[in-house]
Every structure is written in structure tokens, then in C-alpha cells.
């Protein structure tokens, strides 16, 4: 058996977190940019709510390689 082999039955799977990440950020700069609300969980309770530009920008400007 192969010590590099995930355990994973599938191999799109080992990326999915990863790819689900990427996209809730993106989702969340898309909501900032545009006012559109987005619903999370806080204190578990669904909550629709416009993510700050403000954070937005610094995801966006680390990820270009700006400092923020």
C-alpha cells in the first residue's frame, strides 16, 4: 500500500474542501461587492447578513499579493 494514498474513495474528493473554501470566499466578496445578503449560522441560528467590504478587501488583496 502506498504511504501517499488518500483514503478518500474518490479522487475529486481530496480537493472538495479546499474548492468549498475558495468558493464561500468568493461568494462572500460577490455578496460585499453587490449588497446582496448571504445566510450563515451564528450561535446555531440561520442568519442572512451583507459580509463587510472592509474584510472582503483583505481576503482580495492578500490573495493578489498586496499587502493589506
Wanted: charged fraction near 35%; aromatic fraction near 0%; avoid cysteine.
Amino acid at each position: 500500500m502506498k504511504a501517499n494514498k488518500s483514503n478518500k474513495p474518490d479522487s475529486d474528493m481530496e480537493n472538495a474542501t479546499k474548492a468549498l473554501i475558495r468558493a464561500a470566499k468568493r461568494a462572500r466578496v460577490l455578496a460585499a461587492q453587490t449588497g446582496t445578503r448571504i445566510v450563515v449560522v451564528r450561535d446555531g441560528k440561520l442568519v442572512r447578513e451583507v459580509p463587510p467590504l472592509e474584510q472582503t478587501k483583505k481576503t482580495t488583496k492578500r490573495k493578489t499579493g498586496e499587502t493589506p
